[in-house]
């Protein structure tokens, strides 16, 4: 509110520099910025140059974005301010950095980087454009401090970022002193309509505890149905759930209703386990099997700099996939026809273990999906891989949210935990985070202690 006497204050239009690593990110990131004005040094053009090639997400990243300059500027110079096509959007240029600056990041820092001549584009738009703030916006964190310590405005790139990582949605509710008799009725009945029956109000599927002095009962809440349903603790494929989390996992990986479920929890508590062992239970309700994981490659580089043909580049990153399904079959040691059955399924590719950049352009029906590893993907990934599902497909995201492997991800950033807040309340949709880990007592010393 004004202040009487004085004009109201008109918030000035700022600036924001985007990095390369923002646009590999979310390649329509400058139409994020509402009315400010966004740039992009000419280094970062060179590197999405170099980036432009390859089936990996990055590469589609990096496409995209140059076609969406293209478009953007159509016959205009893209040196000079250019009108982004969004609604009340600001413009759009490319820094190309040729005047003296008073302060030089190459001076400070040293020359031949990148990142430093990134640093010098900003800087040289905070000297032209003095009346107002010049942001740099990238997911690179030392960047961003190299850039404070010049004095230099610098923040994360926001959107798709989930605040109170800490409070993210768990999928399940644990209520005490709940009423006996009900417990008892869905007990005997096991499904019942929910309501008047105390439960909290959700607005999209949710499991729940119930507890009064030694009962307990355990139901999944149907937002569409409106109904509680008992879930059942008995193994499947001869896996048996270890504890009451692993019971709600696998109830809404069974659940025909259910066609996107995701599971979070630490290392060794049976995300992957329990994803493949209820893919084989429904394994005749499914055209194929799919389970896939992205690739991060090691030290960063492309896993062709990796000896051999395709299989044998990326082996060693489905060794963890193919050890759960050893331990499955190892549960039908003395079942020969089961065993065969097992490898027979394999072998036709009923079951298929591949990485994840390998499906592009595969039409995803009638199939199992299960992508482990799935805090290493963005936001725009996953919304990609969901978009690929045709009809009765089923796709499921496993992933521990504090174990991130790429750059420039973090617990807050990353794709699955983007899924878990914006999914939460939709029909088809079920999560569970899983707590207690069931590898081994020594596999969760080092989650409890180290």
């Known amino acids: 509110m004004a202040t009487k006497g004085k004009s109201a204050s008109i918030p000035t239009k700022k600036i924001f520099v985007l990095d390369t690593s923002v646009i590999l990110y979310d390649h329509d990131a400058i139409n994020n910025f509402h009315e400010h004005d966004v740039a992009i040094p000419i280094q970062v053009l060179e590197e999405l140059d170099n980036f432009k090639s390859g089936n990996d997400t990055r590469n589609f990243e990096a496409r995209s974005f140059i076609r969406l300059i293209d478009q953007t500027s159509k016959q205009k110079l893209i040196s000079d301010w250019v009108a982004l096509n969004a609604q009340n959007s600001g413009k759009f240029k490319v820094i190309l950095n040729e005047q003296q600056l008073k302060i030089n990041a190459e001076?400070?820092?040293?020359?031949?980087?990148?990142?430093?001549?990134?640093?010098?584009?900003?800087?040289?738009?905070?000297?032209?454009?003095?009346?107002?703030?010049?942001?740099?916006?990238?997911?690179?964190?030392?960047?961003?401090?190299?850039?404070?310590?010049?004095d230099l405005h610098a923040e994360d790139y926001e959107t798709g970022k989930i605040k109170n990582v800490d409070d993210l949605y768990a999928g399940k509710t644990?209520?005490?002193?709940?009423?006996?008799?009900?417990?008892?009725?869905?007990?005997?009945?096991?499904?019942?309509?929910?309501?008047?029956?105390?439960?909290?109000?959700?607005?999209?599927?949710?499991?729940?505890?119930?507890?009064?002095?030694?009962?307990?009962?355990?139901?999944?809440?149907n937002h569409n149905n409106?109904?509680?349903?008992?879930?059942?603790?008995?193994?499947?494929?001869?896996?048996?759930?270890?504890?009451?989390?692993?019971?709600?996992?696998?109830?809404?990986?069974?659940?025909?209703?259910?066609?996107?479920?995701?599971?979070?929890?630490?290392?060794g508590t049976g995300k992957t386990l329990l994803a493949l062992a209820s893919a084989l239970e429904q394994r005749r309700n499914f055209r194929q099997i799919y389970i896939t994981r992205p690739i991060v490659s090691l030290s960063n580089k492309d896993i062709g700099f990796l000896p051999g043909d395709a299989k044998s580049k990326t082996d060693p990153f489905m060794a963890p996939i193919w050890d759960n399904l050893r331990f499955i079959k190892d549960q039908f040691i003395g079942d020969d026809k089961m065993s065969s059955k097992i490898d027979e399924l394999i072998t036709t590719e009923k079951i298929a273990i591949a990485p994840l950049a390998f499906i592009r352009g595969r039409t995803l029906t009638k199939i199992f999906f299960i992508i482990d590893e799935a805090?290493?993907?963005?936001?725009h990934e996953v919304k990609t891989i969901i978009s690929r599902a045709g009809e009765h497909t089923k796709i499921v995201f496993t992933g521990d949210i504090y174990q991130i492997d790429t750059p420039y991800l973090d617990s807050e950033s990353n794709g699955l935990s983007y899924l878990i807040e914006n999914a939460k309340n939709h029909p088809l949709y079920a999560h569970i985070t899983l707590q207690k880990g069931e590898r081994s007592e020594l596999a969760n010393l080092a989650n409890v202690l180290l």
């Open 226 to 267: 409106q109904t509680i349903s008992s879930v059942s603790t008995d193994a499947i494929f001869k896996i048996k759930p270890k504890n009451i989390e692993q019971a709600f996992a696998i109830h809404a990986l069974l659940d025909d209703n259910i066609k996107l479920v995701s599971i979070q929890g630490n290392a």
């Open 375 to 379: 805090q290493n993907l963005t936001p």
């Open 174 to 221: 644990e209520l005490v002193n709940f009423n006996e008799l009900i417990i008892d009725d869905i007990k005997k009945a096991k499904i019942l309509a929910s309501e008047n029956i105390g439960l909290p109000i959700k607005e999209g599927n949710h499991f729940f505890i119930l507890k009064n002095k030694r009962k307990t009962g355990n139901v999944f809440y």
């Open 107 to 150: 001076e400070v820092f040293g020359k031949g980087k990148t990142d430093h001549k990134i640093l010098n584009a900003a800087l040289s738009l905070r000297e032209e454009y003095p009346d107002k703030k010049v942001v740099l916006v990238s997911k690179d964190i030392c960047l961003r401090l190299k850039a404070k310590a010049l």
